[in-house]
């Protein structure tokens, strides 16, 4: 102790006021890592008063012998820093190594260890050694922090609400069971447990026991790899989409990143299945050469830096488009018998979320609520049905093979919108509008590209003037709109006259459709993206080309309908993402009769 040089108080409770506690989370993450650095198998975190009170971290590694032990309370440059203009250097020293000397300059510290022999007790308070004394033998360490900012008390203020800073804490441990599935994590508050993992060493079971059943019962096993990338892990199916992004969890090289371009091209991968608003909940293990990656973007942020990125992009989205397509995606309804209450993660599943579909929404008055699709009761389901439920999906499948074979009978429509339809394995409904807009979205796509042989010319020349800059702008995609099949000529000032029009604008709207599609360009020229552009149009017409909801239809039609959608690409999504079929299966339909009780 002596031989180092001792800085003082003030200054300490200085760096630790300074970036080092922004959070209780930061002073959890310290204790936590050093748990693992102890080669522990199984670590508890348990909070009073959400930390603020106290926080105690239990593991059962290696331990530190007595020295040690007093040590890992230093500064190992405290020789170099004792001025107050030296702060600078020590904060781009980083964090590791200084932190726990930080905390306990702000607290109370309880420390027991042991390698298995003698036991050490250490308590520590505002930094100065209150008690150093031999302990009971057992291996692992067990390290409480009391009172946090108990002698800053302005420090205090900077933290969160209670509720915020478990938050934090909760999706933290979160995060590390899932890069760290070999070990057993438990998380309590006050008592009440709020995470547990077994530390079985497998990741589904882990997202088992963090998500629950809704969502390990709807993941898909994904792997691909090159010379530069293996990544492996789960997605799930878009039957349980998100509101946020919070459940697009990535971990490069076991390090948890949150990196925009690889967010991007995984919400690429889903971008037929999925509406654009709602994300996936995704778990991605990227295990890479570490001369590709530069983690020091920013110290305290989870971004990171990759120089292969485009091949990465490519590898992601190309993965999960694959995996998607080759997977029955039908959703299951489950009965809702005993909704427990909803963890401090899952705040977003009550929130009523309009479908992105304008059309929908304003010729259709739809609001559609994703979330309550697939509530149900969890503790009914254990981990072996998720674990049997995935190896069938994992099974090498061609591309949409199981929904072509799908053979359905309808039986009726209600609500001149919804076809009911059966087979051996239970009860299906089927949007007519959205089964419709899929087919003819598709259609669409594939005439688009074929211009020449669907243009018709037009029987009433179309005359359109714009302001001089929208005009500038439809000058600027004369030969965007003309791959498409609108071909038009200059007349006059600012003026066009529109000659031919593409065969797939609905008979009797082509007027009202050509000069919307003129105003998506127009809307859209800032930053022009021609693939999107051609996507709306799409869209946009496939959607006023269908049957629309309570519009009345025969059994005969109702057939033909999901004949072709199970002949598309992607049957299971309308043209904005919607679903367009949902399942019930025999077995919920029997549980929700109480015919069967489990
Ligand atoms: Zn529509
Ligand atoms: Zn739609």
């Not at 998380?187 to 709020?194: V, Y």
Request: charged share 30%; aromatic share 6%; net charge negative.
């Amino acid at each position: 102790m002596s031989k180092i040089h001792v800085m003082s108080e003030n200054l300490a409770n200085k760096i630790a006021a300074g970036e080092v506690i922004e959070r209780i989370a930061s002073v959890v993450k310290e204790l936590v890592e050093n748990s693992i650095d102890a080669n522990s198998k199984v670590i508890s975190v348990d909070l009073v008063d959400c930390g603020l009170k106290k926080i105690k971290v239990t593991d059962d590694g290696i331990g530190m012998d007595k020295e040690d032990a007093l040590l890992s309370f230093q500064r190992h440059a405290t020789s170099k820093i004792k001025k107050e203009d030296d702060l600078f250097f020590i904060q781009t020293l980083g964090f590791r190594g200084e932190a726990l000397a930080s905390i306990a300059s702000v607290s109370k510290v309880d420390l027991k260890t042991s390698q298995g022999s003698i036991g050490t007790h250490i308590v520590i308070e505002g930094g100065k050694l209150i008690t150093n004394e031999e302990s009971d033998a057992k291996k692992g360490t067990t390290i409480s922090v009391k009172d946090l900012f108990f002698n800053t008390p302005a420090r205090l203020k900077y933290l969160k609400s209670n509720t915020t800073e478990l938050a934090g804490v909760t999706s933290f441990i979160e995060r590390l069971s899932l890069s760290h599935p070999e070990i057993s994590f438990t998380l309590t508050n006050n008592e009440k447990r709020i995470v547990f993992t077994s530390g079985s060493n497998d990741l589904l079971k882990t997202i088992h026991e963090l998500f629950g059943y809704v969502v390990s019962s709807n993941m898909i096993e994904v792997n691909a790899s090159s010379d530069d990338y293996d990544i492996r892990g789960y997605i799930c199916k878009p039957v349980v989409l998100k509101s946020n992004r919070n459940y697009m969890l990535t971990f490069v090289n076991d390090r948890m990143v949150k990196n925009i371009d690889i967010n991007k091209a995984i919400n690429e991968g889903y971008r037929d299945f999925k509406p654009d608003i709602k994300y996936p909940v995704v778990v991605l293990k990227i295990d890479t050469d570490p001369t590709l990656v530069d983690v020091n973007i920013h110290p305290s942020k989870a971004d990171i830096k990759i120089s292969k990125i485009d091949e990465l992009i490519f590898m992601l989205e190309s993965m999960i488009n694959k995996s998607l397509r080759k997977t029955l995606l039908v959703q299951d309804m489950k009965v809702n018998t005993n909704v427990s209450a909803p963890s401090v993660i899952e705040k977003d599943k009550n929130v009523l979320i309009e479908a992105s579909d304008e059309v929908v929404k304003s010729e259709e008055q739809m609001t559609f609520d994703y979330t309550k699709m697939t509530i149900e009761e969890e503790s009914a389901h254990g981990f072996s049905e998720v674990q049997s439920q995935v190896a069938k999906q994992s099974e090498d499948k061609k591309i949409n093979e199981d929904i072509k074979r799908l053979e359905l009978h309808p039986v009726g429509i209600i609500m001149q919108t919804f076809i009911v339809a059966e087979n051996e394995d239970g009860l299906y409904l089927i949007d007519q509008h959205a089964a419709h807009e899929r087919i003819n979205y598709e259609k669409v796509q594939k005439q688009m590209k074929n211009a020449e042989n669907y243009k018709m010319k037009i029987l009433v020349p179309l005359t359109l003037e714009f302001s001089p800059s929208d005009y500038l702008k439809v000058e600027e995609h004369k030969e965007t709109l003309e791959s498409i099949g609108i071909v038009f000529e200059n007349f006059g000032v600012n003026t066009i006259v529109v000659k031919e029009h593409p065969t797939w604008l609905r008979e009797g709207m082509e007027e009202t459709l050509i000069k919307q599609i003129f105003d998506m360009l127009i809307e859209d020229s800032v930053k022009f993206d021609k693939m999107k552009f051609l996507k709306r149009v799409a869209q946009t017409t496939a959607c006023k080309m269908s049957i629309r909801a309570h519009e009345v239809i025969s059994l005969d039609q109702a057939k033909e309908l999901l004949k072709q959608l199970f002949q598309c690409d992607n049957p299971y999504n309308c043209a904005h993402g919607r679903p367009t079929i949902i399942h019930y299966s025999e077995y919920e339909l029997d549980r929700m009769f109480r015919r069967i009780m489990n």
